[in-house]
């Protein structure tokens, strides 16, 4: 381990930025890194770095008193959207919608991770889960506010407003009520920004009457009132609480697969006591999703001690210190889960952590680090384990790491995929297609779509 420490005074006169030569290595042994870092060990795994909070609240009690106070209205989680209850942080009730689903897509997994989105939509369809995958909507901006500082909270705010407001109002366009369809959140991201804006707009009426001059602008109120969201919730979420439903339509055996769960820091660290803890899953100790499905799906979840590490991306030092994300995520993450798990496959939940993961390995053959580990979203592995094609939907080929040995542990040919698949393109290539998803459906504001009886 190597801990990086200021030192000295002459950089007493400057901003530390946490970057750069004003930091170097600690020059710690082993032995005293061990020691150094026994916290997480003695309290992490326990969650008392998440719970032992001097003040906490449910935000949502704000919320329902100012829609009393009639300053704002509440998009409801119906019956009509199946929820299942759940059980968060403190042991606080959430409402997860499983049907009627509005999907927030995600702009790093379409341009990055492709198979990532259309697992998820197939395992629906599978499922017969009801949902609508419109392209009225934009992305959450967080990237920009993390990555450099130059968004502000207003914009931020305002984003998340508009892109809800347009999941309350889209299935008019199909002839339905409003508030038919519930936002399901693609992205880890855009996940804990939006947990976040919804706490600061709560609280602060300045800042709600701000976005409200932008919403009015743009034709997003709702009787002139913004439109809260009772519940944010991600994919990952409607995958643990479908994680049954989904491992009784498994095809493949996955009892000799080792697999290790990467939890993604704005999934479960940001606005911690919105997420998911079960007892039925690692009792009850750690955040539940994805870990909960994979072992409903019969894997083998391996500990690690590095399980609470960040996967390195970081936003602000992927930019300004890519070697550092580069080091962390071979040496903090993908070393020890190959050495110390002796793992078959790495799960995620997050856009970032899973190409910060996957398509950074290859740098570390530069340095003699050959540690190759498949890095796959939670969804691509079910949908795979459930008989999904791994080129046409888990779409395995845009990652970096080698994911041929997992296919091959599985009882899985991936020739004979690929070459299905090679096909397959051949006839894409020509005019023939097929989709997941009806594309006329897409486009519900604009010229293109009808209403069908």
Partial sequence: MSIQVPFGNQFADQRFTGHGNEWRDSQLNPQDA???????EAKIDKRSMLTNRERVEDVRDIMWQLEKDGEIIV????????????????????????????????????????????????LM????????????????????????????????????????????????????????YYPLVHCGTSFGNYKEMRQF????????EQVKKI?????????GKILIPEEIVHYSEWLHV??????????IDASNIRAVIHPACHVY???????????????????AVSTGLVQALGANVIDYSTWYDCCGFGFRHIISEREFTRSFAIDRKIKVAVEEARADVMVGHDTGCITTL??????????????????????????????????????????????????????????????????????VEAGHHETLYDPRRAITSGPGFEVRV
Avoid at 146 to 155: D, F, K, L, P
Avoid at 215 to 223: C, F, S, T, W
Avoid at 269 to 287: A, H, Q, T
């Fill in 215 to 223: 919403l009015a602008k743009i034709g997003r109120l709702v009787d």
């Fill in 34 to 40: 061990q020691v150094a870092t026994q916290w997480v």
């Fill in 358 to 427: 996957d398509k950074n390995q290859w740098i570390g053959k530069a340095v003699d680090k050959h540690y190759e580990m498949p890095i796959l979203a939670d969804c691509q592995l079910a949908a795979v384990l459930c008989g999904a094609h791994p080129y046409k939907i888990a779409q395995l080929h845009w990652h970096a790491s080698a994911f041929e040995p997992l296919l091959e542990k599985l009882g899985i040919d991936w020739r004979e995929a690929k070459f299905e698949f090679e096909a397959y393109l051949a006839d």
């Fill in 75 to 122: 998009h409801r989680v119906n019956d009509g959207h199946k929820p299942v209850m759940t059980k968060t942080l403190y042991g606080w009730d959430k409402k997860i919608p499983t049907d009627r689903l509005w999907h927030h897509k995600s702009c790093g997994q379409c341009g990055n991770i492709p198979g990532y989105p259309t697992s998820l939509l197939w």
């Fill in 201 to 208: 707009l709560l609280h602060s009426a300045e800042l709600r």
């Fill in 269 to 287: 660290k940001m606005v911690p006591e919105d997420v998911i803890y079960d007892d039925e899953v690692l009792e009850g100790n750690r955040v």
């Fill in 125 to 180: 369809n599978e499922l017969g889960t009801t949902y609508l995958d419109e392209t009225d909507q934009t992305s959450c901006t967080a990237w920009n506010y993390h990555g450099s500082g130059i968004g502000n909270v207003v914009s931020l705010a305002a984003v998340f407003l508009r892109n809800f407001h347009q999941a309350f109002v889209a299935s008019q366009a199909e002839g339905l009520d409003s508030a038919y």
């Fill in 242 to 251: 479908m994680r049954h439903e989904i491992s009784e339509r498994q095809t």
